[in-house]
């Protein structure tokens, strides 16, 4: 299982993910992916694209990733990354969350969620569905304004209102060595269930999910 941290969206950052996911899948056996987005306040909204079109694949050319709602502009798979991850299913692939998880992170969350390519688990998000410029004042100080709102696939506005997890698992982590929401995601992955935890909407694995040893964690981290 590999479990990958990002802490905040660059133009980089789909790239990254892309190689170090290639990196430590070649020759090995990867039974699940966890991507960890708690605490990513968002960043380039150019890199959330680049990585959501490689995490899923859609071969309908009019598949939209998010789009603007001010403005015509709507972003699409296929424009960004023309090779895909091999796919896990749901049963598979967790994203969590928690409420410090905006803008950016949101956008790949409610995305994944929408296109039931990941679970979504931890806490609800922030809700920051806006893009901002920053205006410099007479003394100095500065001044974020609000100048377009960003829609997820069915234009969906979620500004104000952020990601529910689609189960809910509130502990926050105590360390890297005490994170029993990092050890929730992983027993889904292995079994399919997360113990002590509240389930939003009803959820189906995909049909040939095979129980795993429980005790089988992660074996490649990366935090970046």
Do not use: C
Request: glycine fraction near 8%.
């Amino acid at each position: 299982i590999i479990h990958i941290s990002l802490r905040k969206f660059t133009t980089r950052s789909g790239r990254r993910l892309k190689s170090d996911y290639e990196r430590l899948s070649s020759g090995n056996t990867i039974n699940g992916l966890v991507l960890d987005l708690r605490y990513n306040s968002g960043g380039s909204a150019y890199g959330t694209r680049i990585l959501l079109d490689y995490l899923i694949d859609k071969d309908d050319s009019d598949a939209t990733i998010y789009s603007i709602n001010n403005s015509s502009e709507v972003f699409y798979f296929g424009d960004y990354d023309d090779e895909n991850i091999d796919p896990f299913g749901k049963s598979k692939f967790v994203l969590l969350q928690n409420e410090d998880s905006a803008s950016a992170s949101e956008i790949t969350a409610g995305v994944l969620k929408h296109y039931d390519e990941a679970l979504v688990l931890g806490n609800k998000s922030f809700g920051k569905g806006i893009s901002q410029t920053l205006k410099e004042l007479a003394d100095e100080s500065g001044i974020a304004i609000p100048f377009q709102s960003l829609l997820l696939p069915g234009e969906v506005d979620y500004h104000n209102q952020g990601i529910e997890p689609e189960i809910y698992y509130t502990t926050e982590p105590g360390s890297l060595s005490d994170d029993s929401q990092l050890d929730a995601a992983i027993q889904w992955i292995n079994s399919g269930e997360v113990s002590g935890a509240e389930a939003s909407e009803d959820l189906t694995l995909n049909k040939g999910h095979q129980r795993r040893d429980p005790s089988y964690k992660y074996s490649h981290r990366i935090i970046y």
